[in-house]
């Protein structure tokens, strides 16, 4: 074959591939698509950036090529609008090429996926969406100035049904419940535990928990404000620009009780120092402060430190994961409270006990489970046994997530294998014994934890990324030289992630 065939029919080839590649965009459903989009992104932006802007971003639909995607609050959206909308586009026409323009909209009250309101907790389950807690209440058209003015120094909604009677008391979130009612009842005198600072993963009852103590405290006579902190966020910049920042303050600074939920998403250095300077006065007073993240003050490493230092003085507790049994007792609530509204609804223990052994993920897939059995009663009208659970819930079984390794959890391993202290680690000190585990402890975070160099870098006693970059590349080669060091490395890898 002549060099000018092999040309052409390499071109031929070319243009084939791309054409089966276009095809198979265009086949690929929207939803299909954004999943990809999803998982591009969080690879792309880093999980924390992830978490923090495109967490709660949800495709709606994908009419006449373009792609309409919402968010909670409008903070969110103009965020997005002004930093991200070109990335999000590129990434989806990479998947989806009939896109041609993305369009970012803040969801209803009443139409709002985001399940805030699926905190572990004793509720009917609605077939219909219901209005998330910590979302915000649909904006009026056209408001006034001054009813955007009013509206900057209003908190979130608080849902009737986040109440002490109705949260579900387990080994996993017991500490966290009694504290909260110690500070819910507390009258007069010095706040306990201000700040009292909850973490917990996705649907574990953070919210639930934080909604309970702004009820009970209010129905006191207390002056209460719960915001997320998206609302935080938007409310002192609208304030900013409608020149009402001072009155804003006052607000703040002028209540018994601040409630902050979702402190992680909490961006930009004046909001944030605001942030500090709010939790200052507020503790300066004798007010009670109550902050919920999905992680501990010493892993918000976007917050000022000394906001950080100032929330870990308090009551830190975290909430574990749900066990079985806890998780089977949400699912017979869910259940006894769906069958108030729906008497025919009945699931067997056998059933329950099913589904809570295979959903071991949070509160919130169990809601989910619920629906879909409620709606297999209601749209067939035949009996839920384990084989037709199996099939409704099958979505939600999830495989279990990989451990989340802590930076500090391996400073600490490293340090007691190598018969160091965890000081000595963090030090300037250049002995053997010192540099190598230290050298192994930023390897393996670099491997084990989505943190960036200069993350890992500040959290090695406030040493260069370079400096974490040298290390990380000399054990990389002395692994593939060294067995034994290998074997060992792969030692505390395993002993971490178990």
């Given amino acids: ?46 999980e924390d950036v992830f978490s923090s802007w495109f967490g709660r971003l949800e495709l709606q639909t994908v009419n006449d090529g373009v792609a309409h995607l919402t968010v909670p609050t409008r903070f969110l959206k103009s965020w997005i609008e002004a930093n991200y909308l070109d990335r999000v586009r590129a990434v989806f026409q990479t998947e989806f090429n009939d896109v041609a323009r993305i369009t970012v909209a803040v969801r209803s009250a009443a139409g709002s996926t985001a399940a805030r309101c699926a905190e572990p907790s004793v509720r009917p389950v609605q077939m219909t969406p219901a209005r998330p807690s910590g979302a915000e209440p649909a904006a009026p058209a056209a408001p006034t100035a001054r009813e955007q003015r009013m509206d900057d120094l209003v908190g979130n909604p608080l849902d009737s049904r986040l109440t002490f009677a109705q949260f579900i008391v387990g080994r996993s979130n017991a500490l966290a419940h009694a504290a909260a009612e110690r500070i819910a009842g507390h009258e007069g005198g010095v706040p ?21 103590i702004s009820r009970e405290m209010e129905q006191r006579g207390r002056r209460v404000i719960y915001l997320t902190a998206d609302r935080f966020m938007y409310g002192f910049v609208s304030a900013l620009k409608a020149q009402t920042a001072l009155a804003f303050k006052e607000k703040l600074r002028g209540i018994d009780l601040l409630v902050l939920d979702d402190v992680q998403f909490i961006q930009g250095r004046s909001i944030q120092q605001e942030f500090g300077h709010t939790v200052n006065a507020l503790i300066d007073a004798g007010r009670q402060i109550v902050v919920a993240a999905d992680r501990p003050p010493s892993d918000l490493e976007a917050l000022d430190e000394r906001v950080r230092s100032r929330l870990a003085g308090g009551l830190v507790v975290e909430m574990g994961a749900l066990d079985e049994g806890l998780r089977a007792r949400i699912l017979d609530a869910r259940i006894t409270a769906v069958r108030s509204t729906n008497p025919s609804f009945s699931v067997g223990p056998e059933v329950v006990q099913y589904v809570a052994s295979a ?44 451990k989340r390794v802590k930076i500090e959890d391996i400073q600490k391993l490293v340090a007691t294998r190598y018969n160091v202290s965890r000081s000595d680690i963090l030090s300037e000190r250049r002995t053997a014994a010192v540099v190598k585990p230290r050298q192994i402890a930023m390897y393996l975070s670099k491997q084990l934890t989505l943190r960036s160099l200069p993350e890992i870098g500040r959290r090695f006693g406030g040493r260069d990324h370079t400096t974490v970059l040298h290390a990380v590349r000399k054990i990389e080669k002395a692994v593939g030289e060294d067995r034994s060091l290998s074997e060992e490395v792969e030692l505390l890898k395993r002993m971490l992630l178990d």
């Fill in 359 to 402: 959903i071991a993920t949070n509160g919130r897939d169990l809601d989910g489970a619920v629906n879909r059995l409620l709606a297999h009663t209601t749209l067939t009208g035949g009996t839920i046994t384990i084989e037709t659970a199996e099939g409704a819930i099958r979505d939600l079984v999830r495989t279990r997530e990989p």
């Fill in 1 to 46: 074959m002549y060099k000018g065939d092999i040309s052409s029919a390499a071109h031929t080839a070319s243009v084939r591939e791309r054409a089966d590649d276009a095809a198979e965009s265009s086949d690929r459903k929207p939803g299909e698509a954004w999943s990809i989009v999803r998982r591009r992104l969080r690879a792309e932006l880093g």
């Fill in 192 to 212: 306990l535990y201000s700040p009292f600072f909850l973490h917990a993963g996705v649907g574990l009852g953070k919210t639930h928990l934080l909604q309970a």
